[in-house]
C-alpha cells in the first residue's frame, strides 16, 4: 500500500513539475516583454512631455509673434502615432482596455480562462498580422522614399517605431494566452 502512495504522489509531483517547467519558461518571457512595454511607454510619455512644449511654443509664436513653428501639425500626427503604438503594451500589461464582462463574470473561473486564452491568442494572431504588415507597408514607403510633407522626413522611420510598439504588444498578448491556459490546466 506505501509503494502504491509513493507511486500516485511521484505522478503528482511530475505533473507539477511540468507544469511549473512551463511557468518558469513564461514567467522570464513574461518579464522581457514588461520591460520593453514599460520602457516604451516611458519612451512615448517623453515624447508627449516634448510635444506639449512643441505646441505651447507654436501657439506663443503664433498669436504673440506672427510666426508659427513650421511643420508642427506634422510633427504632432507622427508623434502621436508613436506615443499611441508604444502605450498599447503597457496598456495591456495593466488591463487598461475596455473589457466587457458582464456575461463571464458569471461563469466558472476555468471557463473565464480558457476564454480569455482564446481571445488572447485569437488577438496575438490579428496583431502579429498587423505587424507583419506594418513592415510590408515600410518597405514600400522605404523604397518609394517617401517623405512628410512639410519637413521632409523619411516617413519609413515613423512607421519601423510603430512597428517596434505593435510587436511589444503582440508579445504581450502571447503572454497573456500562455498565462491564461497555465491557469485552465493547473489544478
Known sequence: MEQEVRK???LRASALDEVSF???VIHPFEKVVSTLNNVLHKVSSIILFLLMFLTTADVFGRYFFNKPITGTYE???LALAIIIFFSLGSAQLKKDHIEIDFLTNMMPAKVQHALYALTSLILFILM???SW???EYTKRIYFGNELSGDLGLPLYLFVTLAIVGA???TLTYLVD???S???VVKK
Do not use: A, M, N
Request: charged letters at 20%; proline letters at 0%.
Open 128 to 130: 502579429s498580422l498587423t
Open 167 to 169: 510587436v511589444c504588444f
Open 22 to 24: 512551463l511557468e518558469k
Open 133 to 135: 504588415q506594418l513592415f
Open 8 to 10: 500516485d504522489v511521484s
Open 177 to 179: 494566452s500562455l498565462k
Open 181 to 183: 491556459f497555465l491557469k
Open 75 to 77: 510633427l504632432t500626427g
